[in-house]
């Protein structure tokens, strides 16, 4: 196959830089699961916005405090300053969110934010965004989407990419060549036993990083969330409790029922609290009451999660539920500059797979997806501008017997838990 741009994962990321791209490229987007097999589908709270001008210097405050202060403050400056041109392109898609009943957009406000800045969709925000690219897309001729197809390497000779090798659903291998690679492959919440990620997301692209010695960064930040719903011996994907729930004043109690801690700390801080908590009381979950929040409120704002918790056993009008902290977010990543450009020539890296620094140490709850949007977007300019090199490569010297051992996934696991702890162990 030959494309002249590969873009791995569709999600927001992947999705919205296929959607910048000019329309005379030929774009291939592959996915290792189903089209909405991402944790794009899944994001609750919202998507952060600068509200007015007034708010840029809290926006950019609230950013760095999260992030300990360790931020790309250039990365934070792009990110704040295109939201808007991103919220205006995802209305333009279709994409609703929340208004007030004069039509103006509703903004919420969530854990560690000093100003209502977020805008939702219900308790379902990722889905309205990516089913509003979905559609967008899908009307592209020059687009072409594989489901089922995982990315098990890059292409490369002499620092520069060339495309992939990949392998289909019937597990068959094949190569993809392409003029310029975007890895937009998520998170690593499927390393982890305990996660509120899709599974299948286990960091493939840090291992094909590793392997082609393409440049890292923090790649031992790594995000738990505080409330998850805690189920008796769940295994499998955790369900989110999300922080718009305590930004609409929720509070967290211990075992006697009395509250310990301030709801709306950074996720880093708060996550803390609760395991001194658990570990106090000897329990393997707080209490989170919602009844906190006036009912209609409740109903309206967050009804997936209402059915979720009832689902389980618990009645979050009538009584509290029990939450634990779980793996959540990947700070670090796959180095790229302002850009998304890797350290790679031809490869660029986007969504949470990718770090420019904009999160530093812990992410403010809600610029997830804006960062994604905002980075994927700048890729694409940057893909729109690139010159192709004198490079060329010889296809037919790919030996794709290499790729055959079903193995492969496992050891790419092993490889970047090796490399996380590696890093842990240096900061120490
Ligand atoms: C439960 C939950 C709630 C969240 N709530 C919010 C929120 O309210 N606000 C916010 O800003 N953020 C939120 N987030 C975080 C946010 O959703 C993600 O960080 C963001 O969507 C990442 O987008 P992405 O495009 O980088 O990755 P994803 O949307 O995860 O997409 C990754 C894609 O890569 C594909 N892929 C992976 N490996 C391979 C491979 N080897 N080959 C081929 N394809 C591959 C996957 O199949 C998938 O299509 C939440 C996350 C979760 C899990």
């Given at each position: 196959m030959?494309?002249?741009?590969?873009?791995?994962?569709?999600?927001c990321?992947?999705?919205?830089?296929?959607?910048?791209?000019?329309?005379?490229?030929?774009?291939?987007?592959?996915?290792?699961?189903?089209?909405?097999?991402?944790?794009?589908?899944?994001?609750?709270?919202?998507?952060?916005?600068?509200?007015?001008?007034?708010?840029?210097?809290?926006?950019?405050?609230?950013?760095?405090?999260a992030?300990?202060?360790?931020?790309?403050?250039?990365?934070?400056?792009?990110m704040?300053?295109?939201?808007?041109?991103?919220?205006?392109d995802?209305?333009?898609?279709?994409?609703?969110?929340?208004?007030?009943?004069d039509?103006?957009?509703?903004?919420?406000?969530?854990?560690?934010?000093s100003?209502?800045?977020?805008?939702?969709?219900?308790?379902?925000?990722?889905?309205?965004?990516?089913?509003?690219?979905?559609?967008?897309?899908?009307?592209?001729d020059?687009v072409?989407?594989?489901e089922?197809?995982?990315?098990?390497?890059?292409?490369?000779?002499?620092?520069?990419?060339?495309?992939g090798?990949?392998?289909?659903?019937?597990?068959?291998?094949?190569?993809?060549?392409?003029?310029?690679?975007?890895?937009?492959?998520?998170?690593?919440?499927?390393?982890?036993?305990?996660?509120?990620?899709?599974?299948?997301?286990?960091?493939?692209?840090?291992?094909?990083?590793?392997?082609?010695k393409?440049?890292?960064?923090?790649?031992?930040?790594?995000?738990?969330?505080?409330?998850?719903?805690?189920?008796?011996?769940?295994?499998?994907?955790?369900?989110?409790?999300?922080?718009?729930?305590?930004?609409?004043?929720?509070?967290?109690?211990?075992?006697?029922?009395?509250?310990?801690?301030?709801?709306?700390?950074?996720?880093?801080?708060?996550?803390?609290?609760?395991?001194?908590?658990?570990?106090?009381?000897?329990?393997?979950?707080?209490?989170?009451?919602?009844?906190?929040?006036?009912?209609?409120?409740?109903?309206?704002?967050?009804?997936?999660?209402?059915?979720?918790?009832?689902?389980?056993?618990?009645?979050?009008?009538?009584?509290?539920?029990?939450?634990?902290?779980?793996?959540?977010?990947?700070?670090?990543?796959?180095?790229?500059?302002?850009?998304?450009?890797?350290?790679?020539?031809?490869?660029?890296?986007?969504?949470?797979?990718?770090?420019?620094?904009?999160?530093?140490?812990?992410?403010?709850?809600?610029?997830?997806l804006?960062?994604?949007?905002?980075?994927?977007?700048?890729?694409?300019?940057?893909?729109?501008?690139?010159?192709?090199?004198?490079?060329?490569?010889?296809?037919?010297?790919?030996?794709?017997?290499?790729?055959?051992?079903?193995?492969?996934?496992?050891?790419?696991?092993?490889?970047?838990?090796?490399?996380?702890?590696?890093?842990?162990?240096?900061?120490?």
């Amino acid at each position: 196959m030959k494309t002249d741009v590969l873009i791995v994962g569709s999600g927001c990321a992947g999705l919205y830089c296929a959607l910048k791209l000019p329309r005379d490229k030929k774009i291939t987007i592959i996915t290792k699961g189903a089209l909405r097999d991402c944790d794009s589908y899944l994001a609750q709270g919202g998507i952060c916005v600068l509200r007015d001008e007034g708010d840029y210097d809290a926006f950019f405050e609230d950013t760095m405090r999260a992030g300990h202060y360790e931020n790309d403050t250039t990365s934070v400056e792009l990110m704040i300053k295109n939201s808007r041109a991103v919220i205006d392109d995802l209305i333009s898609y279709g994409v609703e969110f929340a208004r007030e009943e004069d039509g103006s957009l509703a903004y919420t406000r969530e854990g560690a934010h000093s100003n209502h800045r977020i805008l939702y969709y219900q308790d379902i925000t990722g889905k309205a965004i990516t089913e509003g690219l979905i559609c967008a897309v899908s009307k592209l001729d020059n687009v072409t989407i594989l489901e089922y197809v995982t990315l098990l390497d890059i292409i490369e000779r002499d620092g520069e990419c060339f495309g992939g090798v990949i392998r289909r659903k019937n597990g068959t291998l094949d190569i993809i060549e392409s003029d310029f690679t975007v890895l937009a492959t998520g998170g690593i919440g499927g390393l982890f036993a305990h996660s509120t990620n899709f599974p299948h997301l286990t960091g493939d692209a840090l291992a094909i990083a590793l392997k082609h010695k393409i440049r890292l960064k923090d790649i031992n930040y790594i995000q738990i969330h505080p409330t998850t719903l805690y189920v008796e011996g769940q295994s499998g994907r955790s369900f989110l409790i999300s922080e718009s729930v305590r930004g609409e004043g929720a509070l967290l109690y211990n075992k006697n029922m009395e509250r310990f801690t301030n709801e709306l700390l950074p996720r880093d801080k708060l996550t803390e609290a609760i395991f001194h908590q658990m570990a106090l009381d000897g329990t393997e979950f707080v209490w989170e009451d919602l009844r906190t929040i006036p009912r209609d409120e409740l109903l309206s704002h967050f009804p997936n999660i209402i059915e979720a918790c009832r689902r389980a056993g618990y009645d979050p009008l009538n009584e509290c539920i029990p939450v634990v902290p779980a793996q959540h977010y990947f700070m670090g990543g796959i180095w790229v500059d302002h850009n998304s450009k890797s350290s790679m020539e031809r490869l660029w890296a986007i969504g949470e797979t990718a770090c420019n620094g904009v999160h530093g140490k812990n992410r403010l709850a809600s610029n997830s997806l804006l960062e994604s949007l905002v980075f994927a977007s700048l890729a694409s300019n940057d893909i729109r501008t690139s010159k192709m090199g004198e490079g060329v490569f010889d296809f037919g010297s790919i030996c794709l017997d290499l790729y055959e051992d079903e193995t492969i996934e496992a050891e790419y696991k092993k490889i970047v838990l090796d490399e996380i702890e590696r890093v842990n162990n240096i900061n120490k």
